[in-house]
């Protein structure tokens, strides 16, 4: 589209045999002769040169450019989607590590009270010693679960610190639980529009598809004519000093005009031409194709989130529940009228009932990531203002 404006100079020198020239003054009768071998010659110019017209294929190229960033802010915003979606399930990963240790711990203290407790009543022969082995089996279990879940929990916290580009020196950190509330859930409209609009896959496969139709563009338009013109100014001297005078009053000045014609170039343009049309129908297709996929995606994930809405408050019931009837069946075995196995059982009860709601809300927070993921919004929750 702009002019191009280009300097030059250059400097060189002739050797040849040496000769003699003699020249003669008519006037005074006298001669003078003079020997040489070579000779120099210096030169300087300046050209000024446009396209006028060559069927739109500058346009095109400066459209293409454009798209080409355009494509490559796209990527850069799909990495930052998946790092930040990477660093949150890392870090739901070390919260579940880390109520799962808590209850392994909360287990073992109740498993050592209740083993303190039959001992007392063994000493007493209220029970019997099979009661007492069970208790302790029991207890050698939760330490097991404990020295486990331990273990998990140093795991996830590394995974984190990787995720996030740091090193782990041991350096506090604690994930912080907030109180489970149900997401608002978009209508499949939404998603699609969300799609369409925020996903960065998709919109850089829209980019490709008029990345398609520019060159083809261009492929048309190397059939047509292209008009080029340019202006040169030079000149010429001997040396530096006849250059500088040359420039000034012995220079030479030209100006042309051009034109191209594509008259035949055998079948290279229309293959051509057939190749972008269809790569740009190709790019077509992907698009449909993506757009299917990710929104079958969003509507799985919409209809997850829409069961753990329901199942989550289902699963607090039952830990609540869980938690009393082992409290009354610990009553009732301190007082003798329960067994030690229905307070075992009553004790694996909770620890399931935790154990299920703990991965029910880590499944529904790390599938709400995923969907502000897809929907391409999550990066924009954790944008930086920039200055």
Known sequence: LLPSLSASTSTGRTQ????????????????????TSHYDNMSAGISLSQTLYNGGRSWNQVKQAKSQLEIAKLNQRTTKIQVIQNVIQSYYGLLKAQQFHEVAVKNLEM?????????????????????????????????????????????????????????????????????????????????????????????????????????????KGMRLPSLNSSVSYSAN??????????????????????????????????????QTKLSKQQSEYDYITLLNDLRVQGELIRKTLENYSEIIPLNQAVVASAEEDLKLVRER????????????????SLIRSNSTLINTI????????????????LDLEYQIEED
């Open 16 to 35: 040849f045999p040496e000769r003699e020239s003699i020249s003669y003054d008519f006037d005074n009768l006298t001669s003078d002769t003079t020997v």
């Open 237 to 274: 001297g001997e040396n530096s000093e006849e250059l500088m005078d040359a420039l000034k009053d012995d220079w030479s000045l030209g100006m042309n005009l051009s034109v191209s014609v594509p008259i035949y170039t055998g079948n290279s343009l229309s293959v051509q031409q057939h």
């Open 333 to 348: 075995y301190s007082l003798g009228s329960a067994t030690i196995l229905e307070v075992l059982d009553a004790q694996v």
């Open 111 to 219: 498993s050592d009270q209740q083993v303190s407790l039959v001992k007392k009543q063994y000493d007493l022969g209220v029970v019997k010693r099979t009661d007492l082995l069970k208790a302790e089996v029991a207890q050698g279990q939760a330490k097991v679960d404990v020295l486990n879940r331990q273990t998990n929990l140093e795991n996830a916290r590394r995974v984190l610190f990787n995720d996030m580009g740091l090193q782990d020196f041991g350096q506090p950190i604690t994930a912080v639980e907030d109180e489970w509330v149900a997401p608002p859930i978009p209508t499949s409209s939404d998603i699609l529009e969300l799609l369409k609009t925020r996903n960065p896959n998709l919109l850089i496969s829209q980019v490709r598809i008029n990345l398609g139709e520019v060159s083809y563009k261009m492929a």
């Open 362 to 377: 880590h499944d529904a927070r790390i599938q709400k990531a995923s969907l502000k993921a897809l929907l391409g919004i």
